[in-house]
């Protein structure tokens, strides 16, 4: 399996695979939204025999009152179908962290199964004193530093890019 940068080449493919993991397209018209609207996005496909077979996205968060915090939000992540529990995810996650730290990113956000995402150093962002802009339960919304201590005195309610509001 290769993990790599998404290409322009790859939107029909990450459109289809996110339409198939999800119950509506809502999430694939997220991802172009982002695409055109939000800036410093890193977004990733799993390729196996040339085929997409998992699409990761981030893009940036606010935390008002701290704008010179580089946060990023995880969101959307999509494994096809029948090829899930093989590690994609876990693969794109990894190396999608790894781009996130590299770009200057401090911290990421993520809403989804505690189990899951703890495995990566997510924990729940209450203990930051940070909340989702959402009403989701607070177990679900996490974050992991990337830069040990980047959320030190930082609180609030995290802001996604206002395509989010569509899904």
Request: include cysteine; charged fraction near 20%; hydrophobic fraction near 45%.
């Amino acid at each position: 399996m290769l993990i790599r940068t998404e290409e322009e080449k790859d939107s029909p493919a990450v459109y289809a695979l996110n339409t198939a993991a999800f119950e509506t397209p809502a999430e694939a018209k997220l991802v172009d939204t982002l695409r055109r609207q939000a800036r410093l996005i890193v977004s990733l496909v799993a390729e196996e025999n040339q085929v997409v077979v998992g699409h990761m996205m981030f893009s940036p968060v606010v935390l008002p009152g701290h704008p010179v915090l580089h946060i990023m939000g995880l969101a959307p992540m999509a494994v096809a179908p029948d090829q899930q529990r093989k590690g994609i995810g876990s693969a794109l996650v990894l190396r999608g962290l790894e781009r996130c730290k590299q770009s200057g990113c401090g911290a990421v956000v993520v809403l989804g199964h505690p189990d899951y995402y703890s495995r990566f150093g997510f924990s729940p962002s209450a203990r930051f004193g940070i909340s989702c802009e959402y009403q989701v339960p607070e177990e679900a919304f996490m974050v992991v530093e990337l830069q040990s201590g980047f959320l030190q005195g930082a609180s609030g309610k995290v802001k996604y890019h206002a395509a989010f509001n569509n899904v």
